[in-house]
């Protein structure tokens, strides 16, 4: 198992941006996929990026353009970089990691991810 702590949220203006980082231990991290999901209040929690252990990305089109993933796996850290944040990104961000040599499919889900962190709040001010 890998314990997670994302840090980096924090309130912003529309149009500012933020780096959240997911910092782990406990793990083989740098052979787990990464994943970063999303929680509205009052929606379901969706992926916002994912990155495999042999760096693939995948980014939703909600956010393509404007968040960027990435890792350092010296440092068992995954970032995700958040630019022309928006009201509607205004969320619980939580990362998660998959199992050692793990993939997704098509896109991220939940199941694919077995170990969460607690989340950090982003919350975007118009």
């Known amino acids: 198992q890998v314990q997670l702590v994302e840090s980096g949220g924090g309130e912003v203006q529309a149009g500012g941006s933020l780096r959240l980082s997911c910092a782990a231990s406990?793990?083989?991290?740098?052979?787990?996929?990464v994943g970063w999901f999303r929680q509205a209040p009052g929606k379901e929690r969706e992926p916002a990026a994912a990155i495999s252990w042999l760096g693939r990305t995948y980014v939703a089109d909600s956010v393509k353009g404007r968040f960027s993933i990435s890792r350092d796996n010296f440092k068992n850290t995954v970032y995700l970089q958040l630019n022309d944040l928006k009201p509607e990104d205004t969320a619980v961000y939580y990362c998660a990691a998959g199992r050692i040599l793990g993939d997704w499919g098509t896109s991220p889900s939940r199941t694919d991810f077995g170990s969460w962190g607690q989340g950090t709040q982003v919350t975007v001010s118009s």
């Open positions: 406990g793990g083989t991290f740098a052979r787990r996929p």
